[in-house]
């Protein structure tokens, strides 16, 4: 993950989040939130949701990014390399 922002200070403005969601959309899980105060270059993230899908075995699931930002300075959010592990 990649963040860059127009934004300044520690206050978050601008959001990006990770969702497992059902075939359908609902969200099952939101194992991460990100704001513009969080840009630090290049970061790697890794989640264990096994708990969150244990009931959805055998089903498809999502996994979206939903970013948002305000109406005035805007941020960047940059997703790379997303490996997922199901056992």
Do not use: H
């Not at 520690?10 to 099952?28: K, M, N, P, W």
């Not at 990100?34 to 969150?52: E, H, K, P, R």
């Amino acid at each position: 993950m990649y963040i860059s922002t127009n934004e300044t200070g520690t206050t978050c403005y601008d959001y990006i989040r990770a969702r497992l969601r059902t075939s359908t959309g609902a969200t099952i899980s939101t194992p991460q939130t990100l704001c513009n105060a969080d840009a630090q270059g290049w970061t790697q993230f890794s989640f264990d949701v096994t708990s969150a899908l244990s009931s959805y075995k055998g089903q498809q699931v999502q996994v979206a990014f939903l970013g948002t930002t305000d109406s005035s300075l805007s941020s960047n959010y940059y997703v790379d390399d997303v490996a997922l592990t199901v056992q």
